[in-house]
């Protein structure tokens, strides 16, 4: 593809040569002069790169062609999109996979080994890696892609345009007991759904829970990393951000737009108000209202309140000693006296 | 299912109308009034179910007949039992399903796509769904459930009633290694096996380690949330309660009736008596005997103890104030000195 | 075997009787008449163990022939392989395997159910177990080992001598979004592979991602336990230890012979100087170099820092004490002023 029509696919202004060839996309200190590479600093840089993508205030180069945009990383997103493209889809369905009569599948990529099981239904353009193990009444919308080994129990609702990773498990029943008076444990009731809205990607092997008596919810735009367990009945807004290993509580809340670090931990029936960002490893307690800002710690505290604490706890030392001084020099008043 | 039907096959006593139709399970909030509901709360409260659970001292309404019960959540996890049942178990297995000659299986359900290797025993009424690969030499008592994609490494025994949601992987070796004076790693001999009672759950991608020389073995009534790992010789007791995302380490005891939360890590050969409950991302050191009680924190320490040095730390901006003024009083004594 | 012969297949000098009959490895309090065991004591031990492995310096026994080594538990794990051994290789690909015409397989073993994809090559004496789906381009060398249910992504690179343990996933997207004006996440090109080399050993449900614009590498002889997340762009040295539910952020870097404990979490570009040993559950900022030698806590301390720091905080309860009687005593002493 020519620079100049990379540019034009973009909406894009061009400064430089229109007709380098671009065939890839790399990072600045690998690129070479068939690549699209970016900055995100004005200043001057040398890289081999045959289009760069620059911010405002980048000075223009005799050699390289550049696009000055006010977002470099979002719009090399975007144009590694056009440049690298996904593999064709490929509609069929594999002979060994096995779909029941009454599943109704649109226009369909599924590999081999798969299940589909009774009532379920799948949208168009979706496809369906292989060992994939979808149940009964499971809905899942258009242009949704499920990678190798996932389980999708009976009743999940997945949108469109989705990605799950390879282990994603959904659906499964939630972790609820009641103890009887010899220390046995009964599961509560595990009959909700998992409900999911459209454009949510889930990481490898990340698990979510069905709701007891309600359903586990995850709204539109959501993205979630690898191993994340989210809990039955929790309720995930819209364009949400989680992090790898991070743990969340049954019954918890997690508003619109909210970002949480890796290998946090949630407890039950928290909220987190929309805009809350969560360090890693923090933990949050059970009911804990997170007020939006910055949060570190366990328990959570705003940030600067747990570097102030942190300083403080580091400066014991020096505090023992000041104490040990003054108890002297009083020791010595009093002698004195 | 007529209301009076259902306090009957309870064995307990309804007040009011018997004829009221049920046909689900729903909370309070949710419920309507063809569903069963239940409060833990002696308050009165407005509901639409048409058949409440409720504790001693709820009082009698003219519109909704209710069951009183010292646990009122245990016994509407019983009712939902009734009401909600379970799909109806279907024996056979699947043409797709690779089954060893010299496997021996009851009157099963075995789903598409399952591995079962030489020599290894499944009992009646068990279900093993799509895509589960058992080994060679495993021991499956009855009425025992594995969900989708797990893994059973040779040799495992699994007890009767058990279930084990998707993705979990029983018998893999445990991680040991000696390191030779180049640095090299080679791994200890991992020859022991798991070995699980019944009524054990386990929740989706967890891991439970084979052991090394003896066994890794975890006791009847215990039960396992997603992500949890079980390392190689852990000695799990009965009825224990495991949450989400709790890491063991080798040769550890935790002994029956243990309560122990999320994301906690316990290092190698600790033990936690009878009756620990141990707090949400606790870490527990080697060898630390824990005894009975509440323990939060790294290093865990008794609940009490936490709370209060947690309270000393946040008020260490107030000691460091103090003393400073401490200072200066003293500094003035010693000039009018 | 008798114990002479495993002394000389070891090339070592055995103390004692050479022809008693060994089959079995065990643990000392375990061992029969008839096993191997070992101590790392030299003081001298009842044990019924037909033959023992012992250090320099303990002391010869008429009724048990002994080898003393400098390692008794690295020549024992030779010698259990000696006397255990692996179940012998079969290669073959299962009928119902699916491998694509432009695949390479050696002289290899593939189970049931089994997926590789175009232009995939796969070394002799590789043994693939059910259920594993291996993309397109995938390289995979000799003698490795893959268990049932893995997903290896296309692209991926795996060495010699590895052993994948089961639900391990390579070479799924990395975890990075730009986001838009309107709060939106769009993923960062994933274009990178998984690098692996040789002697490799991944636990059960471990998750490694493929780099962004570089690649994901883990060297040679590195052993990671269960449910570690290893980000993109990840640079992982040789002969690495890292224990489970770790989680290692985008781009850090991990130099040779480090060893890290179970639960750490690893910020993005974070460098681990050769020979950092990090303990369980402990924290390392973003960006932070981490010397050689122990480190401890959150946010990591050198350990003596980290246990100085925590008795301190311990002990502030007397320290508060102290602080109220100097108070005491001041105000006495200005009183009398």
Redesign the interface.
């Known amino acids: 593809m020519k620079s100049g029509e990379i540019a034009r696919l973009l909406s894009v202004d061009l400064k430089g040569d229109g007709d380098t060839e671009i065939i890839g996309?790399?990072?600045l200190g690998?690129a070479a002069s068939t690549d699209l590479a970016f900055t995100e600093s004005a200043e001057p840089i040398v890289s081999k790169a045959g289009l760069l993508i620059v911010p405002a205030g980048f000075p223009a180069s005799a050699s390289t062609p550049i696009i000055r945009t006010e977002?470099p990383?979002?719009l090399?997103?975007?144009a590694?999109?056009l440049l690298?493209g996904q593999p064709a889809f490929r509609p069929g369905i594999?002979s060994?996979s096995?779909i029941a009569v009454s599943a109704k599948l649109g226009n369909v990529f599924v590999?081999?080994?798969v299940?589909v099981d009774e009532h379920t239904r799948i949208g168009d353009d979706c496809s369906i890696?292989?060992?994939v193990?979808i149940g009964r009444h499971v809905e899942i919308g258009a242009n949704t892609t499920i990678?190798?080994?996932?389980?999708i129990?009976d009743n999940s609702v997945i949108g469109s345009g989705c990605v799950l990773?390879?282990?994603v498990?959904i659906g499964?029943?939630g972790?609820g007991?009641?103890?009887?008076a010899e220390?046995?444990?009964?599961?509560?009731?595990q009959?909700g759904r998992v409900v999911i809205g459209d454009?949510v990607?889930l990481?490898?092997?990340t698990?979510v829970?069905r709701g007891a008596?309600?359903d586990t919810v995850i709204g539109s735009?959501t993205?979630i990393?690898?191993?994340v367990?989210v809990?039955h009945n929790v309720q995930i807004g819209k364009?949400v951000?989680i992090?790898?290993?991070t743990?969340i509580?049954g019954s918890t809340v997690i508003e619109?737009?909210c970002v949480i670090g890796?290998?946090v931990?949630i407890?039950d029936h928290a909220v987190l108000r929309s805009g809350a960002i969560i360090g890693?490893?923090a933990?949050i307690l059970p009911g804990k209202i997170v007020r939006p800002g910055i949060w570190w710690g366990?328990?959570v505290q705003p940030l600067a309140e747990y570097k102030?604490?942190?300083a403080?706890?580091?400066?014991?030392?020096r505090?023992?000693m000041?104490?040990k001084e003054?108890?002297k020099?009083?020791d010595k008043?009093?002698g004195?006296?």
Do not use: W
């Open positions: 996309v790399a990072d690998n977002n990383k979002l090399f997103t975007r590694a999109k690298v594999h060994s096995h590999d081999a080994n299940i890696y292989a060992g193990m990678h190798p080994n996932c389980t129990y990773n390879a282990g498990v499964a029943p972790f007991y009641v103890t009887d220390g046995k444990h009964h599961q509560f009731p009959l454009a990607e990481g490898s092997n698990c829970d008596l309600g735009g993205k990393d690898n191993q367990q809990a364009n951000i992090a790898a290993q743990g509580s619109d737009n890796g290998q931990g407890g890693s490893q933990g366990t328990p102030r604490q942190n403080r706890v580091k400066g014991l030392d505090l023992a000041s104490l003054i108890k020099t009083v008043l009093i004195q006296g």
